[in-house]
Antibody, heavy 126, light 113 residues
Framework: QVQLVQSGAEVKKPGSSVTVPCRVS????????INWVRQAPGQGLEWMGG????????NYAQRFQDRVTITADESTSTAYLEVSSLRSEDTAVYYC???????????????????WGQGTTVTVSS | DIVMTQTPLYLPVTPGESASISCRSS????????????LDWYLQKPGQSPQLLIY???YRASGVPDRFSGSGSGTDFTLNISRVEAEDVGVYYC?????????FGQGTKVEIK
């Protein structure tokens, strides 16, 4: 059974960085996409970016391009989300997600977010 | 970015009755090369992580009851819930994944009357 395990809550100062890990178990790590979605308090869902470990570089939402880095460590089956230059608006629950299948059509890879982690709460406060 | 617009934003429902949520995209979600429409539906139950309900317009995710169905085409989509049950309460989101960045609708909160 596929499981995504995320770390506990974090409290950070404005201007600092946070790294949120997501350990994947129960499935081969590298083959399919891991994405990150965040949810500010009382708000909706926002896709931040994703990576397919065997294919390398991540894709990012433009608004996060300069401050967010998504990486994957195949040796530990763990994906990471790093957010730098934190501000109060980054206070949110951060979810990692995992695809279970993938198709490729005309050099485009299609997959969805089949499994979700439990979320990591990041609070940015002075 | 593709804008996703859901209606209504709040939906009180009576157990046993049907419910529908609409979702509209600012551009077509039909991939001409393979004929698929890349529109998914998620449900976030109170206090839980979101879960996948429907993918690629109309395919139910594993374990999702057949009371849930997705339909539509192009830019207009509908999630139907027949015979609503108490466990169906939560916030429903549509999401497009035909192009990056993937974008979600605002969410529709479903509550029992």
């Amino acid at each position: 059974q596929v499981q995504l395990v995320q770390s506990g809550a974090e409290v950070k100062k404005p201007g600092s960085s946070v790294t949120v890990p997501c350990r994947v178990s129960g499935v081969i790590f590298s083959n399919y996409a891991i994405n990150w979605v965040r949810q500010a308090p009382g708000q909706g869902l926002e896709w931040m970016g994703g990576i397919i470990p065997i294919f390398g570089p991540a894709n990012y939402a433009q608004r996060f391009q300069d401050r967010v880095t998504i990486t994957a460590d195949e040796s530990t089956s763990t994906a990471y989300l790093e957010v730098s230059s934190l501000r109060s608006e980054d206070t949110a629950v951060y979810y990692c997600t995992r695809a279970l299948t993938m198709t490729e059509v005309a050099n485009r890879k299609h997959y969805t977010m089949d499994v979700w982690g439990q979320g990591t709460t990041v609070t940015v406060s002075s | 970015d593709i804008v996703m617009t859901q209606t209504p934003l709040y939906l009180p429902v009576t157990p046993g009755e049907s419910a529908s949520i609409s979702c509209r995209s600012s551009q077509s979600l039909l991939e001409s090369v393979d004929g698929n429409t890349y529109l998914d539906w998620y449900l976030q139950k109170p206090g839980q992580s979101p879960q996948l309900l429907i993918y690629t317009l109309s395919y139910r995710a594993s374990g999702v009851p057949d009371r849930f169905s997705g339909s539509g085409s192009g830019t207009d989509f509908t999630l139907n819930i027949s015979r609503v049950e108490a466990e169906d309460v939560g916030v429903y989101y549509c999401m497009q994944r035909i192009e990056f960045p993937w974008t979600f609708g605002q969410g529709t909160k479903v509550e029992i009357k």
